[in-house]
């Protein structure tokens, strides 16, 4: 399973970004996905993940700032970054499994740098 993150790149806070993530290599529709981010000096952390029937969860702090969605017919998905601050540059991952308990394939990272 291959994974491939577009989409990172410097913008101003409260600008607007949208990761992608395209998979190949296995039936994306049965998967789950999530996207973990880590900033300099941080561990790795959550920030949302959707299941392959849909539902999401998202970090507290993100949630209503941040959106993941799907689109199955092309094996991608997606996280919509709204009202960006500087604490949320980091490197972005995309990660998939068979449930959102269990990723296990992950993509190269994208970085995403919000200048103040």
């Known amino acids: 399973v291959q994974l491939v993150e577009s989409g990172g790149g410097l913008v101003q806070a409260g600008g607007s970004l949208r990761l992608s993530c395209t998979a190949s290599?296995?039936?994306?529709?049965?998967?789950?996905m999530g996207w973990y981010r880590q900033a300099p000096g941080k561990q790795r952390e959550l920030v949302a993940r959707?299941?392959?029937?849909?539902?999401?969860n998202y970090a507290a702090s993100l949630k209503g700032r941040f959106t993941i969605s799907r689109d199955n017919a092309k094996n991608t998905g997606y996280l919509q970054m709204n009202s960006l601050k500087p604490e949320d540059t980091a490197v972005y991952y995309c990660?998939?499994?068979?449930?959102?308990?269990?990723?296990?394939?992950w993509g190269q990272g994208t970085q995403v740098t919000v200048s103040s």
């Open positions: 990660t998939s499994g068979s449930n959102w308990y269990s990723f296990r394939y």
């Open positions: 290599g296995s039936i994306f529709s049965n998967n789950a």
């Open positions: 959707i299941a392959s029937d849909g539902r999401t």
